[in-house]
């Protein structure tokens, strides 16, 4: 996991007043931190989770990532630990494992409540929890075997190397992992239902052309062991097929929930937050930025989630201090 030693908390069921508060501490939110600092705010950061770094810390820390303008590919645990420093350039207060869970906007500023009982009283808010609080969707084979061999994510190798592993689903992330974990495991089955993937066909190919077993038509109907996980059943094209298996990951995908977001009464479309071209909500001091947002034309990478949040942030800079300029020229020209 993304070390955050330099994190200094605040206190909880205490209030805590800053120029611009952020919600959601992935990459988007920890580019906006840095961001408003370069702006000259105080600026606060909450997020659900223990740790800096959203859905990359908590899912695929290992994973490369390919779409960061200027790294022809970055791990994403090296991502965050860069992320992390410029943010702490601006010497943020983080809230972290702590919920956002009441807002109320208005001409004068916003106040944030805290699910520990924090206030935090900001000029404007910018909220970049990408697709909310997220629980990964279950095994329905996996009874109790969680921690006994079965997983949801990977954020470590070396606990599979040399395990026959079998990974059950057929997007990104299945074939992602299956791509990490074949070097080092000594054997690594992808088992999905439909002879279609969801995932990139880039990847796909890459998956196909290595020593992993692409097994489809099938599903996991059990788990077999006494302390651990030691041998999988499947049922392939009608038929039971049981395999030695040591690990087995369930890349299933997750159910994305925004929670308390919903009811403030913020414009919501699909569970995304619509927003103009400022990227401002319907709610007054309230923007956003990242993949929680939605406009026409939105595609959702980090790439462009960096973009949005410095375009959140120029523009809340107004929202705190109507006699500031939108664009405040460049970083180089200090």
């Not at 970049?128 to 009874?143: E, H, N, V």
């Not at 075997?145 to 997983?151: A, N, S, T, V």
């Not at 066909?201 to 651990?228: F, H, N, P």
Request: overall charge negative; some cysteine; glycine content about 10%.
């Amino acid at each position: 996991m993304t070390h955050t030693t330099a994190i200094d908390p605040a206190p909880a069921a205490s209030l805590v007043e800053v120029d611009l508060l952020i919600v959601g501490a992935g990459p988007t939110g920890l580019y906006a931190a840095y961001y408003a600092g370069f702006r000259g705010h105080r600026v606060g950061v909450v997020d659900s989770l223990p740790e800096l770094g959203g859905q990359i810390t908590a899912m695929y820390p290992e994973k490369q990532i390919f779409d960061v303008a200027g790294f022809p590919a970055v791990k994403g645990r090296d991502l965050v630990a860069g992320l992390v420093a410029q943010a702490n350039s601006s010497d943020p207060v983080y809230l972290l494992d702590r919920t956002a869970a009441t807002l109320e906007a208005d001409d004068d500023g916003v106040t944030v409540g805290l699910d520990d009982g924090t206030t935090v009283r900001a000029g404007a808010v910018i909220i970049t929890a990408g697709i909310g609080k997220f629980s990964p969707r279950p095994l329905p084979a996996g009874g109790d075997w969680l921690g006994r061999g079965l997983e949801f994510f990977v954020p470590s190798f070396e606990p599979y190397r040399d395990k026959d592993v079998v990974i059950v689903g057929g997007g990104d992330s299945a074939f992602d992992w299956a791509l990490h974990l074949e070097p080092i495991a000594r054997s690594v089955a992808l088992v999905h239902r439909r002879d279609a993937f969801r995932a990139h066909e880039r990847t796909v190919q890459q998956v196909r052309a290595s020593s992993t077993e692409i097994i489809t038509q099938a599903q996991v109907t059990a788990l077999r062991g006494d302390d651990v996980v030691t041998e999988v059943e499947l049922e392939v094209a009608g038929e039971t097929v049981v395999r030695p298996c040591q690990a087995v990951v369930a890349a299933l995908g997750f159910v994305a929930d925004l929670g308390p977001l919903q009811q403030w009464g913020l414009e919501v479309h699909k569970r995304h937050l619509v927003v103009d071209p400022a990227m401002r909500t319907n709610l007054p001091r309230v923007f956003a930025a990242g993949d929680i947002t939605e406009y026409p034309g939105k595609v959702r990478l980090i790439a462009v989630g960096f973009g949005e949040a410095a375009t959140a942030v120029n523009n809340a800079t107004v929202a705190i201090d109507p006699s500031a300029k939108v664009f405040p020229g460049h970083s180089s020209e200090g």
